[in-house]
């Protein structure tokens, strides 16, 4: 029997949390083949409540860093899972790739195009693993749509539109202070939700050819606001929070895609991928087929696609799409699957969030291909150059 991987944690903020629980599923599933062995975070107590997490789940307490480099000084890892705030994807990966680790790393795969080209050329030059952790598009709705749009029942798709417009009021934190600083977060809103979007448009409809965007800083200052109602200081929003874009994919179909992260009155806007073919439409998860016919995709998939694809697609009878990629990660490092999400897919799925931003900033339609290549860069720059990214 193969001995188990030893993976350490790197970051134990918000999404780490679920990485124990996703190794205990796993386990618990037959996939006994990963081992928590370390975890790390520049804050001691977060790694060491991840640590806690472990143990008391997985019955082995992991080593505790708070310099990641000590832990790929020393023989107790074979691969990463990196779990940081976007400022830090770079390096910590292409370390981690150096010291002859396997690596996955959160969504999206780095803060600006020329740091995620450095990646991929370092997974490259060591021979390592290079995985992104894109959970949206293994969930069982997803492999559902995927499944009805293979059977052909929709035709050519022609007309793509995703509306999500948040309903949180316009001036509260999302998440964590650093998502609405630029040389943190990258992109804002359109990189950090965007890339599971533009992830969705690549798995269900295929490339984006050319992106013209319009993207915004609607709201110049956030807050925390407690129980009480009370507001924190003002923290000051560098990153846009809205951005509109149309789409044109390399099939022909043409599209429009918005999405924000502040809105008012309480009250989102969501119009969930819809997809119009030649035959039919596909709204969320229902087929509506010319002709009046209706269907529903999951219980399409339960009822018709092949016990094969389902036991590829949900080993063990998992479901959790968290689970899934991560347990993706440790078979692809025993040679049993490929990476799905690897390093060029995650790559691929960011440069689409990127056009619409330097799209925005040149007021011009962007090819794909020119982002991808590291072209278009306005916004970027700053980044690029506060970063020292070469
Ligand atoms: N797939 C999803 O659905 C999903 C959901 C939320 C977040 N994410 C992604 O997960 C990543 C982390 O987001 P989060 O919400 O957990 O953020 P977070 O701020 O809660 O956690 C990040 C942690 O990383 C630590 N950190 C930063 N630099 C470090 C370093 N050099 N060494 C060790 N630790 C370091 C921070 O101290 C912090 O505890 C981001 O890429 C984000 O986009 C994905």
Same mark, same amino acid.
């Given at each position: 029997?193969?001995?188990?991987?030893?993976?350490?944690?790197?970051?134990?903020?918000?999404?780490?949390?679920?990485?124990?629980?996703?190794?205990?599923?796993?386990?618990?599933?037959?996939?006994?083949?990963?081992?928590?062995?370390?975890?790390?975070d520049l804050i001691e107590e977060r790694a060491h409540s991840a640590a806690d997490m472990a143990e008391e789940l997985l019955g082995h307490r992991p080593r505790v860093f708070t310099d990641y480099r000590r832990?790929?000084?020393?023989?107790?890892?074979?691969?990463?899972?990196?779990?940081t705030d976007h400022r830090s994807h770079h390096t910590i990966v292409n370390d981690a790739l150096e010291a002859g680790r396997h690596c996955l790393v959160e969504k999206p795969l780095a803060i600006t195009i020329r740091a995620a080209r450095s990646m991929l050329d370092t997974a490259i030059r060591t021979g390592k693993l290079l995985g992104v952790a894109e959970n949206y598009r293994r969930a069982v709705n997803q492999r559902a749509r995927?499944?009805?749009?293979?059977?052909?029942?929709?035709?050519?798709?022609?007309?793509?539109?995703?509306?999500?417009?948040?309903?949180r009021p316009p001036q509260v934190v999302v998440g964590t202070p650093w998502r609405h600083r630029k040389l943190d977060a990258g992109m804002g809103w359109v990189l950090d939700m965007?890339?599971?979007?533009?992830?969705?448009?690549?798995?269900?409809?295929?490339d984006v050819k050319q992106v013209f965007g319009s993207a915004k800083k609607l709201t110049p200052a956030r807050y925390f606001i407690d129980a009480l109602g009370i507001k924190s200081e003002a923290l000051e929003n560098s990153v846009e929070d809205a951005?509109? @874009?149309? /789409? &044109?994919?390399?099939?022909?179909?043409?599209? #429009?895609?918005?999405l924000t992260s502040t809105g008012h009155g309480g009250e989102a806007t969501s119009v969930p991928l819809t997809i119009?073919?030649?035959?039919?439409?596909l709204k969320g998860d229902t087929l509506f087929l010319d002709g009046g016919r209706r269907i529903e995709v999951e219980e399409f998939y339960k009822d018709s696609a092949p016990t094969e694809l389902k036991r590829s697609q949900f080993p063990g009878g998992l479901t959790?799409?968290?689970?899934?990629?991560?347990?993706?990660?440790?078979?692809?490092?025993?040679?049993?699957?490929?990476?799905?999400?690897?390093?060029? @897919?995650? /790559? &691929?799925?960011?440069a689409i969030?990127?056009? #619409?931003?330097?799209?925005?900033?040149?007021n011009l339609p962007l090819q794909i291909a020119d982002v991808l290549q590291g072209r278009h860069t306005s916004y970027q720059d700053e980044i690029n150059d506060a970063l020292d990214i070469s």
């Open positions: 029997m193969n001995q188990k991987i030893r993976v350490g944690l790197i970051g134990s903020g918000g999404m780490a949390k679920s990485r124990s629980r996703c190794l205990k599923e796993s386990t618990d599933a037959g996939y006994d083949i990963g081992q928590l062995t370390a975890v790390c832990m790929l000084d020393e023989d107790i890892v074979d691969a990463v899972d990196v779990v995927r499944y009805a749009l293979d059977q052909g029942l929709l035709g050519e798709p022609k007309i793509v539109i995703q509306i999500s417009i948040s309903g965007g890339v599971h979007e533009t992830d969705l448009f690549r798995y269900h409809v295929g951005a509109f @874009a149309l /789409l &044109e994919f390399e099939c022909g179909a043409t599209g #429009v895609w918005g119009y073919g030649e035959e039919g439409c959790n799409p968290v689970t899934l990629e991560q347990l993706e990660f440790l078979r692809a490092i025993n040679g049993d699957v490929e990476l799905e999400t690897d390093g060029q @897919a995650g /790559l &691929e799925a960011m969030s990127c056009a #619409v931003i330097e799209s925005s900033e040149e």
